[in-house]
């Protein structure tokens, strides 16, 4: 029989059908089949710092930053429609407050994260509230130019160490809690996001994504629940900030750095817009992709930029969507 | 009509650079009335249900509802007051099921100080609200994405997520347009029975011959000026409606 008479044929599992109401929970095989992909994620993360030497720990660490930072800019951007450059503001305001109350109070790490998460958010909502009325390209223009006003400001004014920073920072007991607090609160973070966006508030906000003007006209204030939405997604960043500031035991203008602000697109993109899962993938792909390019000198950007292109040309809806549906699809060969 | 005002609009007028989409505009709406508001395309009619809702501020003139200064307040204030309104191009949440779409309006202050924490189950809310407004005749399309609807039911989720704010007067933008005759006879029915529960309606509406079945004054518009106002049988035989319809000179 040649190749020709046959053809491939696709068929989608009806997925709805399986994840809702009691067919879930009808057999093993069918938990199986809606738990596997989850513990895999979940175990995955859990067990692979023990495969990993000192180096590569440390490198998983940064990954996870961005992970959060690529989480809060995807539920923003897919679930909310506000696409925000805010990622350095996040961590720079994050990680300043957790500096300065380490360096001026003298409260230790596990107490310095939670209130600067806290406070680092309020600050980040305060600054970008103003120009919540803006949209699409315009928000995102103006949340990319406030790190660089907040970083010329410690400069200008001679703020918090100036140029220089802050040394010395307590930093966390050892490379394990390291590792396992972020990759912990990772994975709450995401569970958690998944779940706030099919809550009612969540359904809010996807309303605000497809059409503001109806959810006006239906008696809701969109300004409050963006106001909203910004407040989490700052958690999410400034927690990370907060979190990379005692990883270094550091801080300084860097956590202002663009990088906070663009590779979460990167990686969103790659890991798959609007799935939540996606981007932490992405972002625990490249960043260690990108360290392991450090080899080619110079040409590591070039090839780091190229592997994206391959990606946006070839996988344009990402890692994710892609994994998700030949996942839910099953092939089999069919006579034309 | 002895019946108590609900919408006094006094003398708006908004203008686009040099076009005067809506030129000192005056009416009254009681409760329980059925005002349609006709004119040709570019009359200003959607421009005046903007103003109405607050999505539009106008440069003069006032809106007042049940007494109460309206002008310029924020839409969903106004909303929240219990003025709902429908677009002309419909805007559901695509990708939500149709059923969710009535979450948001469910969510508004107006019904939660209403229920005051007594809602229950908000989705079952939702589709109690659809079955009234005609969705019940295949039961599963509640569940699909509201995008995927057909125009008839996009039309009537419209309606829903008014009936959802439990509203006083609902503004319509052109609800018939695009449905079949048989189609527009089901919702009439709807309409009729949103007025006998003492929602007033404005019908902004193409279809006169439908609409006059519905409405008990029509207001005509023309270049953003109120031509005429009157009742439905009367309204069509003036000259100048008539010259705007058919297309005459606009009489000088």
């Known amino acids: 029989m040649s190749s020709q008479e046959l053809r491939r044929k696709r068929l989608d599992r009806s997925i709805n059908v399986r994840s809702t109401g009691l067919y879930a929970l009808s057999s093993y095989r069918e938990m199986t089949y809606l738990l596997a992909p989850r513990l895999l994620l979940i175990a995955g993360l859990l067990v692979l710092p023990l495969f990993l030497d000192l180096y590569w720990q440390r490198v998983l660490c940064a990954a996870a930053v961005f992970a959060m930072l690529a989480l809060s800019f995807d539920f923003l951007a897919e679930y909310v429609g506000l696409v925000c450059l805010g990622g350095a503001l996040f961590i720079g305001f994050g990680g300043y407050a957790a500096g300065l109350l380490n360096a001026h109070l003298g409260l230790p790490p596990a107490v310095t994260i939670p209130i600067a998460t806290v406070i680092g958010a309020c600050l980040s909502t305060l600054v970008i509230m103003p120009c919540l009325r803006l949209r699409g390209i315009y928000f995102a223009i103006v949340t990319f130019m406030v790190p660089l006003f907040a970083r010329n400001v410690i400069v200008a004014l001679g703020l918090f160490g100036s140029t220089e920073g802050i040394t010395g920072l307590d930093t966390l007991p050892n490379t394990w809690v390291e590792q396992y607090v972020i990759l912990s609160v990772v994975l709450v973070t995401l569970f958690g996001i998944r779940r706030l966006v099919s809550e009612d508030v969540g359904l809010i906000m996807m309303g605000i994504k497809d059409n503001d003007q109806a959810v006006l006209a239906a008696g809701v204030s969109i300004f409050r629940y963006r106001v909203l939405a910004v407040f989490i997604a700052a958690l999410i960043g400034c927690f990370a900030g907060a979190y990379l500031a005692h990883l270094y035991g550091w801080l300084g203008l860097s956590l202002f750095a663009m990088d906070f602000s663009i590779l979460p697109i990167a990686a969103t993109v790659m890991g798959g817009m609007g799935t939540l899962v996606g981007p932490v993938i992405g972002a625990l792909i490249l960043t260690p992709l990108s360290e392991a390019l450090r080899g080619f000198g110079q040409l590591r950007v070039v090839l780091y930029c190229l592997i994206l292109v391959l990606f946006i040309l070839y996988k344009p809806e990402g890692l994710m969507n892609v994994l998700e549906r030949k996942y839910h699809q099953f092939e089999r060969l069919e006579k034309v | ?252």
């Open chain 2, 1 to 252: 009509m002895g019946a108590e005002v609900l919408l006094d609009v006094r003398g708006v007028s908004k203008a686009f650079g040099g076009v005067h989409a809506v030129e000192d505009v005056s009416f009254t709406l009681g409760r329980g009335e059925v005002m349609g508001v006709i004119g040709p395309n570019g009359a200003g009619k959607t421009t005046l249900v903007n103003i109405l809702t607050g999505f539009i501020k106008p440069d003069s003139g006032r809106v007042l509802y049940k007494g109460k200064n309206i002008t310029g307040m924020a839409p969903n204030k106004i909303a929240n007051l219990g003025l709902a309104r429908t677009f002309q191009v419909m805007r559901p949440y695509h990708s939500l099921p149709t059923y969710k779409n009535l979450i948001v309006p469910l969510n508004s202050p107006r019904i939660k100080k209403a229920a005051a924490g007594k809602l229950g189950d908000l989705d079952s809310v939702a589709i109690d609200i659809l079955e009234e407004i005609g969705f019940e005749r295949d039961a599963r399309v509640p569940y699909k994405t509201a995008g995927s609807l057909p125009l008839g039911y996009q039309k009537r989720l419209e309606l829903a997520r008014c009936i959802a704010l439990r509203p006083e007067v609902i503004l319509c933008d052109e609800v018939f347009s695009g449905l079949s005759m048989s189609e527009i006879s089901s919702m009439i029915p709807l309409l009729e029975k949103f007025v006998m529960q003492g929602i007033a309606l404005i019908m902004i509406e193409h279809r006169l011959r439908e609409l006059f079945r519905v409405a008990n004054k029509v207001l005509v518009m023309n270049f953003g000026v109120k031509i005429a106002e009157g009742r439905p049988q009367e309204i069509m035989k003036q000259d100048e409606v008539k010259a705007a319809y058919i297309g005459g000179e606009r009489s000088k």
